[in-house]
C-alpha cells in the first residue's frame, strides 16, 4: 500500500487551473511536514510548497502568488491549488512527507501546461 497517493494532475492550457491532492494512509498529523515538489524533464526535483505540522508554510518564489498548498486534516490530504498556470509549471508533480528522520515519496502525478 502506497503511504502517500496524489491525484489530479492533466493537461491544462496557460492560464488555467488545477488542484492536486495527496492522500496518506497515516494520521497526517504524524508527519513533520508535507510539501510538494515537482520535476522537469532534463532539470532536477525542485521545491514547490511546504507545509509544516504547526502550520508553516513556504513557497518557491516561481508559484508564489499563483499556488496555495493547503490540508484537510480529517482528511489526511494535502492540496495543491494551482493558478494562472505557465508551460514552465509543466512537470512531474511529487508529494513529499517527513516523519521520524524518514523521507516519503508519492509516485507522481503530471502537469503538462500548453501554451
Known amino acids: 500500500q502506497e503511504l502517500l497517493v496524489e491525484s489530479g494532475g492533466g493537461l491544462v492550457q496557460a492560464g488555467g487551473s488545477l488542484r492536486l491532492s495527496c492522500a496518506t494512509s497515516?494520521?497526517?498529523?504524524?508527519?513533520?511536514?508535507m510539501a510538494w515538489y515537482r520535476q522537469a524533464p532534463g532539470k532536477e526535483r525542485e521545491l514547490v510548497a511546504s507545509?509544516?505540522?504547526?502550520?508553516?508554510?513556504n513557497y518557491a518564489d516561481s508559484v508564489r502568488g499563483r499556488f496555495t498548498i493547503s490540508r484537510d486534516n480529517a482528511k489526511n490530504t494535502v492540496y495543491l491549488q494551482m493558478n494562472s498556470l505557465k508551460p514552465e509549471d509543466t512537470a512531474v508533480y511529487h508529494c513529499?512527507?517527513?516523519?521520524?528522520?524518514?523521507?516519503?515519496w508519492g509516485q507522481g502525478t503530471q502537469v503538462t501546461v500548453s501554451s
Open positions: 507545509h509544516g505540522r504547526l502550520g508553516d508554510i
Open positions: 513529499n512527507a517527513l516523519r521520524g528522520g524518514q523521507t516519503y
Open positions: 497515516l494520521n497526517i498529523f504524524s508527519f513533520n511536514s
